[in-house]
């Protein structure tokens, strides 16, 4: 049986993710992790178990573009479902 | 073009006349070509009936009014419009009755003809000039001509009559009469009565032969005569304008039917009317003389003790007729629905009745139309006083009162039944507004395309979600775990019924109504099909279904939507398998190929030189990708679904058909086979690290997947998958990675890996516990070798929630259980042998030789404190249940010593001295956080030294 013989659209790849751990990158500089358990077309997904961080820049009045003051907000979510249009990416998070 | 005042008060009647007549006359002066010999005919088919209704259509009348009530007016309107023209002709004939036998006979056709307005024929072309008709034509014509032929000779001279005659007779209103009467008048007066009574008989006879619906309309009339005499002018309401409308409608349809058998009802008709006129001949002959005067006194007099009687018993009255009017509606809808679906007999009445009921109406009217009215208000009149003598007749004030309380009880009483009852009746008149709109084709039309929406190819998988539902609350429930609720048609497609309907009441029959009906349907379109078979073999329409439960045009919802890029797939999945990486670019696929082919190449070469067993043979790979893990995990679902839904679809095992029982089993092996072989448990111990089914169950949805195929595969199988997992216990995460768990401080990866081994603990563990439940000793042994052979036995141990100590503590458990019923077992076969058995002993010595040093550190507080000792100190300690986690481990230990030799015990004791002294001491000291903590220490303690036959209350500190 060939491994591969399931994979022929790109979202093949993400079903290989479901029940996995899963990094979603979205637009508005925000940032998930989390067990991936759904996912449709419009790339919306269903995600449980996840950790959300939003940077924020806090750029001050006057300052010059690019030195404002990065921080980074966390919050966790037992469920969550995202809308597909601000899903810029999802991949696997890097195996240790 | 009516020509009936609506009046009952001799002033307005009067005014109304001149006025109507006024316009008649201008009427008059136009000229139409109908009657012309060059007429084509066509006018009789215009509909000229309703006019009365114009004002009231074309805003003629005052302010318009909101509440309109479409249910319920229409019966009371038909009920006034009979009613007015009645009326009108008793004040004709009072004022006019008499000269001649053929004025007599005129009026009574007038009145025929004004009846018949509210005829079917009402809507059909009137007739006033149209004596200048020559008789072909009137025979030519349609039933339009019918009626006027009843109407027409008569009617034109009866107009000029009543022309000539009333502004006499509006004046001869005799009022002045009644004071001055003879005895003679009055003699005539009671004769008159009687022989009124006994014509009214005679007539009651002939139209209770001919028509029911007749009496009830006349009922109807009856009460609406007094409603008439001392309400108000009954003028059209504006909202009586659509009823009438319908009422057109329905008259439309009747006409229909009348043109059809105009002949026979022709026929009819002229015996009618023969007989009519000679019954008008003798009544009219005897009576007329008498009628004529007594008729007004009667009136007269009656009327204006009405009046009186009115005025106190107004309110009653008003309710009697209401609810009168409520009664009479369920005639109303029976009438309308043997209008709309007549069946042969209503039909039959229907296409009599109109006719019938002219001459009969003209008759009754002209008879006894006034006097029944009479008579009952002369009834009335005397029951009130009878009754006022009897109420006088009882002497005492109070039994008065109390007759009058009583009464009034009894009215109160009565009224809220009526009120009730009205309630009622209203609630269902407006339930039955829209009865019957729909016929019973129409209702299946549209059952039929929901239906076809609902039948999908795989009913079980599109009511997926309800099927299993409903099956998890069936066993939960305890019931008969009954097949799916599905419908199966031939070929594969079907309709999910969804959810089984519970209780009793209206819904679940409504839910099996529909079931039954869908079920209708589709065994008719079946039968359709196979009645069409013939021809369908030379068609080339692949689907046995298609169209059978009609057709939607364009593309269904379900379709996809249009595809903008063709991709061939086709070559993507035929030929070489990289080119199924459609994303994937071709070098990086070429070069992945390349590599592993060699290796391919040179393991087949093996395997076909030696075969798998010579491990000189096999050939390493590198361990399974995550990648490559989840796509053949991907594969094996879908091959878990696809036994799945084969399973569903098992034909019964007593089926006849032989050939499908054996396609099924053929292609359920196969799956089964390919699953197997796609777990690689079969793979070569040696051919990867980790082995590739471990790194299949690494996944948390790779260690789900168990459970589920472990019933598709046999016992033999699943003891193969427990030997490799033993062999290659070590390899797994959940081992490996297990110090992690030993950290005090909590991480992402501790969390990940603790959630893992429960996985593990629950799936894998749970699904092969029934292959070790069974294991004889002898494999039980082997087993434990094979452990001990192929992994750290120490690391496998000192994993925290304890999946290592788990599976020893089963094999241990299950020896103990054999060991049990060896001592009492009867039957020889089954014991293990002598050999087994010390086979067994030598494995646990080994065994417990290996863990002999390190048993403190199978305790994880003992690990987790060296943990922390190491930690700098000021690190907070974050609060851990350590009993919870220990206790795992006591329960090993107390396995371990109940196998134990005495040597050994005692080497577990000493070993495990100061652990248990420790517990008991704090347990006892109180250097505990609180009761639960103390309870626990001591009932891990105990666990142990139970299997020592000893309790920690022996043990002093």
Redo the contacts between chains.
Sequence with gaps: MDPSAGIQEPFDLIRLSLSERVFVKLRGDRELTGILHAYDGHMNLILSDVEEKIMIVDAPEGAPPGHGAVSIVKRKMEMLFVRGDGVILVSPPSRT | MSFFGFEQSDQLEREKQKFLEGKKEQEDLAVYTWGEESYDGLGDALQEGGDELNDETFGGTGAVGKDFDFAQQNHQLDERLEAVPQSDVFHQVNSQAGPSREAGASQARQAHSLWDEKSPFSVLPRHHNGSARSPVEHNRTSSAARSSHLSNGSLSASVSQVRTHSPGVVGVQPIGQAGVRTLQEIEAEMRAAAQQSRNLTTAATQRQQLMQEQQAQQAQQQSHFHQQQRAAPPRMHPQSQSPRFHQQQQQQQLMQQQLMREQLLEQQLREQQLRERELQLREQQLLREQQRRERHLLDIELQEQLRLEEVERQLRAQRLSDVQNQQLLPNRYLHQRQASNPSPIAQHRRQQSPALMDTLQAQYQQNGQHIPHNIQLQQRLLNELAQAEFMQSMATPEEQEALRVEAMRRIMETERMEEKRRRKAAKIAHMSRYNDLMTQSDKDFITRIQVSQLVTQDPYADDFYAQVYGAILRSRMGLQASDERVLKFGSGGGVGLGLGQKGTGRRPNAMQRMEQQVERIVNNARQREQEKGEPRLFSTAPHSLQGALGKTSGRSYKAAPRQLLQVD?AA??GGS??M????ISKEDAIRRHGEGAAKEAAKMGAEALGGVTDPDGIVRQDP?T???T??????LY?LVLNIEQLRREQPSPDSDDFEMVGIWNARYNESVQ?LW??LRVMVPLETSNPHPFISLIT???GK?LLPRISRHLTSQQMLTMLTLLVACFSQMDIVTHAPILDAPEETP?QA?LERQTQTFLGSVVQSILPGVAKAGLRLVSGLLGLLLERSDIIAITQTRMRPGLALLTLFLSRVELIKQSMSSATDLSELPSQEETEQWELMFDHLFQLLHPSLLYLFPSTRIAVHLARLPPDTPVPALHTEAMDQPVWQFLAALALHSSNEQQQALVTALRGKVLENVASANKGWVADEDERLAKLGNVNLFLHALGLDSSQISV
């Design positions: 797939s993507a999945n398998p990289t199924g990486h459609a994303h399974l995550s990648k490559e989840l796509a053949i995990l991907e594969n879908d390919q072989d796609g996944p948390t949805k789900k990866e990940e």
